[in-house]
Nanobody, 122 residues
Framework: QVQLVESGGGLVQAGGSLRLSCAAS????????MGWFRQAPGKEREFVAA????????YYADSVKGRFTVSRDDADNTVWLRMSSLKPEDTALYYC???????????????WGQGTQVTVSS
C-alpha cells in the first residue's frame, strides 16, 4: 500500500557530509510521520530523526542533534536526511520508515524501506 525507497548512501570521509532521500509512493495520504532509523552490524536498531508531513515538526536523537537535519518536500512525497560532521560511528544501514500515528516520539511505524548503506571512513 505504501512503498518507501531510500537513496543517497555511500562512502564518505569522517567530517564530511551526505544527503539521503526517501521517496514515498502509494497510499501516502494515510501517513502522518516519516522517520529515519539506522542499524550497524551487531547493534540494535536506533532511532535517528522524524518529521511530520503536515506541520514539518522534527525530532532528533541526541546522538545526531546539531549534525543531522530532516526535511520534507510535500510536492513529491520525499523526505531528506542531511548529515554533516559525519563520524565513523555513524556507519550503518539507514532505513526510512512511515507511520499513520501522529506521535513523533512513539513507536508503531507501519512501513519500512529496504535501507541504504552509509559508511564513514576515518
Amino acid at each position: 500500500q505504501v512503498q518507501l525507497v531510500e537513496s543517497g548512501g555511500g562512502l564518505v570521509q569522517a567530517g564530511g557530509s551526505l544527503r539521503l532521500s526517501c521517496a514515498a509512493s502509494g497510499r501516502t495520504f494515510s501517513l502522518n510521520v516519516m522517520g529515519w532509523f539506522r542499524q550497524a552490524p551487531g547493534k540494535e536498531r536506533e532511532f535517528v530523526a522524524a518529521i511530520s508531513w503536515s506541520g514539518g515538526i522534527t525530532y532528533y536523537a541526541d546522538s545526531v542533534k546539531g549534525r543531522f537535519t530532516v526535511s520534507r518536500d510535500d510536492a513529491d512525497n520525499t523526505v531528506w536526511l542531511r548529515m554533516s560532521s559525519l563520524k565513523p560511528e555513524d556507519t550503518a544501514l539507514y532505513y526510512c520508515a512511515a507511520k499513520k500515528s501522529p506521535g513523533l516520539r512513539l513507536g508503531g511505524y507501519d512501513y519500512w524501506g529496504q535501507g541504504t548503506q552509509v559508511t564513514v571512513s576515518s
